[in-house]
């Protein structure tokens, strides 16, 4: 990886952006490494706000980047992007809270590691979230998408009437 940075810092011209992003958006997306939102979204540096967790879910810490960034940074949008075939969907809070006891003797209690059982809607209940939080300012765009991991597609996710 320093390697790879040393040939991108050799042309990077970059360095006199502004800290707003140009775009005044916020994407919030899964850790899973087959998600590249750059590259699928079309974002080049300078663009956009990019919060990562597993899930991509509107968890508080989540909540508190998107809260800086639209207060501090002008951000008025934000796209929430879950994915197919995540890792989220394929174990429950019970089952990891076991595992980690089992393995490490530790009980986590209850905490809420956010899994989910529908895509959609989790998407939908990540969305809704953001839209309630009472904390960002009045306005802000949110929308919800799902990435195929498969063919590299994104298709919006329609709030359930």
Same mark, same amino acid.
């Given at each position: ?21 140009? /775009? ?9 490494? /087959?998600?590249?939102?750059?590259? #699928?979204? *079309? ?10 967790? #597993? *899930?991509?879910? #509107? $968890?508080?810490?989540?909540? =508190?980047?998107?809260?800086?960034? $639209?207060?501090?940074?002008?951000? =008025?949008?934000? #796209? ?50 953001? /839209?309630?939080?009472? $904390? ?26």
């Amino acid at each position: 990886m320093i390697q790879a940075n040393e040939s991108f810092a050799q042309d990077f011209d970059k360095g006199d952006l502004e800290i707003p992003p140009a /775009r005044g958006t916020v994407v919030l997306t899964c850790i899973d490494a /087959r998600i590249d939102p750059a590259k #699928a979204l *079309g974002i080049d540096i300078g663009d956009s706000h990019v919060v990562r967790n #597993a *899930g991509g879910r #509107a $968890s508080d810490d989540a909540l =508190r980047s998107i809260t800086i960034s $639209s207060w501090l940074l002008g951000t =008025r949008e934000v #796209a929430v992007i879950h994915h197919t075939d995540c890792g989220m969907e394929k174990f429950t809070d019970d089952a990891l809270r076991q595992k980690i006891k089992e393995e490490k003797g530790v009980d986590v209690g209850d905490t809420d590691f956010l899994t989910f059982s529908d895509l959609d809607q989790s998407v939908r209940d990540d969305v809704e979230r953001i /839209r309630t939080t009472a $904390s960002l300012p009045d306005g802000l765009e949110v929308s919800g998408y799902v990435y195929d991991v498969r063919t590299g597609r994104v298709r919006e996710v329609v709030p359930a009437s």
